[in-house]
């Protein structure tokens, strides 16, 4: 049995603003990866913790049946919030102790759906710090959000018919 | 125009494995994106409908469906199971006049031949409503190529397929893509784009 791995990052210019996500799928036995699956994606209007929580909904969704695995992340709103705050929240009909609603709902609804499938170990570390998975995660992220970037030399006239 | 028959005439014959091979109990995550981002009792044009399994869980989830596919079989399929009111009809069909909320375009135009898709692209934005929801799902790469079953299939890339969606009107607002590789290779690339009209 290969061990899971999801490596997941979120990135935005501005924030809000155009953001992407990346999510790297891997299965591993031992050190040897025998599996690997990449996905990206990005949003015109958006915020990291958005992009952030999206690229773990979007790792966890990806998979087909139950699985254990551990999902690495360098957001603490998405380990911290998924670990602890996610349970107050719950029990407060989404709201946060001072009676707030809580931000970004509809996203935490659906990681709590997407992760009650499966077993999942959340795993913080420091981003841009070497790892190697992070570091594709990152790339992925970026790439997401690249058909976002403003890119004032090149930008078709499709706004103007929107 | 009647579209592709090698194309065609592959469903014909693999209409019932084909049907099996994606029967789902629940939405993928593209098609709940995209029925969460369509305004209530939407009617949507299901293109390229297949079996009709999309179009059952829109109509499920309180939407009007309109299926079309090339392959009458398909269409006699989605029929017999889901009882869709699905018709046939090929891209070039596509001649409705901001008549959809939304348009459902999943892995289906990527049959469509090079010189034909912006033109079918144009279509379909006149058929969508003003703001309407597009959602088309293609395969990244390059050129042409007919697989083992003699489907036609044309490849984009990313940045090609934005600026072609951007010609026909369409503004970006969410794109997916994923890749998957295993001991054999790389297998298909994809990209999901969802826009409004």
Redesign the interface.
Known sequence: MPDYFAFTDGACSGNPGPGGWGVLLQARDGDKV???????????ETTNNRMELLAAI?AL??LGRATAITLVTDSAYVKNGVTQWIFGWKRNGWRTADRKPVKNVDLWQRLDAAQARHQVRWEWIKGHAGHPGNERADELAR??MK??KPAPARR?A??G?? | MTGDERTIAAYEAHVGSYADRFATAEPGVHLKAFIAALPPSAHVLDLGCGPGTASAFLRAAGHRPDPVDATPAMVALANARHALGARVGTFDDIAALAAYDGVWANFSLLHAPRDRFPVHLAALHRALKPRGLFHIGMKLGAGEARDALDRFYCYYGREELLALLAAAGFAPGQVREGRERGLAGTEDPFIVVQSHA
């Open positions: 025998v599996k690997e699956r990449t996905l990206s994606g990005g949003e015109a979007s969704e990806a790439a997401g058909p976002f078709p499709a706004d018919a929107a």
